[in-house]
């Protein structure tokens, strides 16, 4: 059969990796810093240069495809998935973290098509499921091998649910990228990912971030939830300022699960399939099905850990990413 979208994920690996080189370059420079919604809500010229460059790269490759980048949509355009192939940038996921030089920053690239499509991402990648043993390098888990290739119990939908066909995070200080296509797994260099085993919520360490959100009400929450988290007690908290780092820790097996509420689609949408297929589960923060465009998530090694956290959250719900899109999903 005819890969349709192989085409497009080259085309965002090697435009994810220019991107970075750029980012790499913008860092020896001197950064000018302006705001968004609030005066810790960061962006510079290489967030809207970058994106502007890898949406021109893909324009002239792929003229009729949509996007949803953080920047153009924070320039007012739309923030709408549907059944058109979508490319979903994020072009410095961790800008406060390129503004101050702490060495962690993302270029991510997710592509979702057909909207509507119910089949859950990767049956044989869902969630509780862990593969029998990595593969061997550069090898391909492939979903026409089959779920044999990964012990455990059928996929729940539930969980599974994504609309991301693939997903690319350029880690550009480490240059790492994280690359995963739905059905054929996770990798970061090509090299495949697996999520942790750990089965202990006791012997986890758990990612969050605390976002750009200062209202003292929110910050509360956030603190709760991290106590309620740390007093379990867990071995760790961790924070990489970026979320996709965060969600490509997971699916590396670094930690074990990452939680956060007020990110964004383009934050989420392409490392959610790299944990996915690595094995890893998505959830809502209250425990119900990952929705790309509610702006909260788990993502988890497995649906114990990520269920366990979802007890602990003290969940609040901002603006939905499409709460302003015409027709947008109730
Ligand atoms: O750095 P950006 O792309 O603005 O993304 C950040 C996001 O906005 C925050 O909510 C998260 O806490 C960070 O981890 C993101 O990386
Ligand atoms: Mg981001
Ligand atoms: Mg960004």
Redesign the pocket.
Known sequence: MTDLWQDAMDHAVSAARGAGQVVREALLEDRMVMVKSSSV?LVTQTDQKVEQLIIQSVKEKFPTHRFIG?ESVAAGEPCVLSDEPTWII?P?????NFVHRFPFVAVSIGFSVNKQRAEPAGRASGPGQQRAGPAGPGQQLSRASGPSQRAGPAAEPLLAFLQVEFGVVYSCLEDKMFTARRGRGSFCNGDPLQVSEQKAIQQSIIAT????DRDPEVVDKIFSSLRNILCIPVHGIRSA????I?MCLVASGCVEAYY?I???VW?LAAASLIVSEAGGVLMDVEGGPFDLMSRRVIAANNRTIAERISGEIQAYAPARDDAAAPGADP
């Open positions: 809500d953080e994020d410095i996921d961790g800008t406060t971030e605390f976002g750009s300022g970026t979320a996709a965060n956060e007020g990110m964004h934050d």
